[in-house]
């Protein structure tokens, strides 16, 4: 058995890719919500100028801050929900930081939202002057501004700013679910079995036994080239008896047979 070091794999949970592809959906609406927002900014400007014209309030000055406001808004928002899609990445890796992080940056998100749709409903702009003085009603300057911005504009940015927030408080309920926690659990190092052909290291030698020196001052023989080497059986070898050393091939005389027979 070997203990594998690698981290299990892990399986992510179908209702956190749904988190994160809503939190990609918040950040989609919201690039929406700013172009229409840029793509009107010049009339709402003009609505406004027209409607502080008569008034010793300076139409161009009030102008110019409900635009920084309209448009300053929604490029944090489109920031924030920036934060969120890189947020959601982290989010299918399992890294439970970004999870934490996306509960707090989205609650941010789900205060600004809302107001931001409470405050459309309530009239749209307001300037807090009321009616005093000779300044215009909330009223009317709503009705100019519907009179000068497309009749889609009004709609449409409700529907984004609904879409937007059912979105957002539905990414952040999945996470929270008790089926999602064990993926942002850390992982731990678990057991494998060994895979077949695989190698492992050989087991080290027990100290104290040293190993068998080879015995010294028994030199091998040399081995003829051209000639087989046979293994060696652990007895000592001779070398061949020399020509000399051999008796004579000739059989004795008295041997029977050894002597030929005489010729007549």
């Known amino acids: 058995m070997v203990d594998s070091q690698s981290t299990p794999a892990r399986q992510r949970p179908s209702i956190v890719s749904i988190s994160s592809y809503l939190l990609f ?3 989609a609406l919201q690039v929406i919500s700013l172009i229409i927002t840029l793509s009107t900014f010049s009339k709402t400007r003009d609505a406004l100028r027209e409607a502080y014209a008569g008034s010793a ?6 102008a110019d801050v409900f635009a920084v406001i309209g448009i300053g808004g929604s490029i944090v928002l489109l920031l924030l929900a920036v934060v969120l899609g890189v947020l959601a990445l982290f989010n299918n890796q399992g890294r439970n930081g970004a999870r934490i992080t996306t509960w707090i940056v989205g609650g941010i998100m789900v205060c600004c939202v809302g107001g931001g749709l409470l405050s459309n409903a309530a009239g749209g702009f307001n300037t807090g002057g009321g ?6 009603s909330p009223e009317e300057i709503q009705r100019r501004l519907e009179e000068a911005l497309p009749s889609w504009v009004t709609p449409v940015s409700l529907l984004l700013g609904v879409l937007s927030l059912i979105a957002l408080i539905t990414a952040l309920v999945l996470l929270a679910l008790p089926k999602a ?14 895979t ?11 100290p104290g036994q040293p190993g068998y020196p080879q015995a010294s001052g028994q030199p091998g023989y040399p081995q003829a080239s051209g000639e087989p080497g046979y293994p060696s059986s652990g007895e000592p070898s001779y070398p061949p008896p020399s020509a000399a050393d051999r008796p004579d091939d000739t059989p004795p005389t008295d041997r029977p047979g050894s002597t030929p027979p005489p010729s007549n």
């Open 131 to 136: 009616t005093t003085g000779d300044a215009p």
């Open 25 to 27: 959906l918040f950040l």
């Open 196 to 206: 077949p052909g695989a190698s492992y290291p050989g087991h080290p030698q027990a």
């Open 57 to 62: 309030t300076d139409g161009d000055q009030v």
């Open 181 to 194: 926690n064990p993926f942002f659990r850390k992982p731990t190092a678990g057991w494998e079995p060994p």
